[in-house]
């Protein structure tokens, strides 16, 4: 497929930038789980992959990771650049397609909210794993697909094209992604030689309580997004002849 989902975000800049720093999903849901499941990073190699207007890049460095970072949007690219004041390494790739990245370069690879725009989510695992260094981790947010097949009917098990309209001060935005069955997205992980470690549902961080309540309240009844984390199993070593 031809279509450059991410062009959205080019469209959106500046104000995605500001609507994500604060945003009841982006802030107080989605970036604090994913980071829990992240855990320390401390002097680990992050690749921030798809890492939009930079804002988990900021949480990393502030963390003590060593990261690095790609968009294949050129509007997030430069956004984040901005952001990280040019101590990051960011470069323009696509989800999916060949990363500039030599094998086994990361301890760890956060992918958040992004998987789903990948017109090829298998090649994009495959890039993952490659990078990853064994016994490495990535970590990756989505959109929960029951939510979505329960907002967008149709039948849960087929892959589908949809689109969402965001309502931004700039205008309403389409945004189209993929939407697909929790065991085809676990497929595409596995089928890439990953091992599923965890797969949470996410609540949301006490910090919503009082800043987005009615959010808040639906976020503890029911999922929104979903998380894998992710193991590049360790190769095993060589059997040894029986004495």
Same mark, same amino acid.
């Given at each position: 497929m031809g279509e450059n989902l991410w062009d959205a975000y080019d469209g959106?800049? +500046? !104000?995605?930038q500001q609507h994500a720093a604060d945003s009841a999903y982006n802030a107080h849901y989605d970036r604090p789980a994913v980071l829990a499941a992240l855990g320390p990073v @401390?002097?680990?190699r992050v690749l921030d992959a798809a890492c939009g207007p930079g804002l988990y890049l900021r949480e990393l460095l502030e963390r003590g990771a060593e990261v690095a970072a790609f968009d294949a949007s050129p509007v997030? !690219?430069? *956004? #984040? @650049?901005? #952001? @990280?004041a040019g101590q990051v390494r960011i470069d323009q790739a696509a989800l999916g397609g060949p990363l500039p990245y030599p094998d086994g370069a990361f301890d760890l690879v956060v992918c958040a909210l992004a998987i789903h725009y990948a017109n090829d989510r298998a090649a994009a695992f495959a890039e993952f794993r490659r990078v990853l260094r064994p016994g490495g981790a990535a970590v990756v947010s989505t959109q929960h697909p029951v939510m979505d097949w329960l907002r967008k009917g149709g039948s849960y098990f087929q892959t589908t094209l949809e689109t969402d309209i965001w309502h @931004?001060? &700039?205008?309403?935005? +389409?945004v189209r992604f993929w939407r697909e069955p929790l065991s085809a997205l676990c497929a595409a992980a596995t089928g890439a030689g990953f091992l599923i470690e965890k797969l949470i549902e996410p609540v949301p961080a006490e910090t919503m309580r009082d800043r987005y309540p009615e959010d808040y309240?639906? *976020?503890t009844k029911e999922p929104g997004f979903l998380i894998l984390r992710l193991l590049k199993p360790v190769t095993s +070593? +060589?059997?040894? &002849?029986?004495?």
């Open positions: 959106m800049g +500046p !104000v995605f @401390t002097g680990r997030m !690219v430069y *956004l #984040a @650049t901005q #952001a @990280t @931004t001060p &700039a205008g309403d935005q +389409p309240e639906q *976020l +070593p +060589p059997a040894t &002849a029986d004495r």
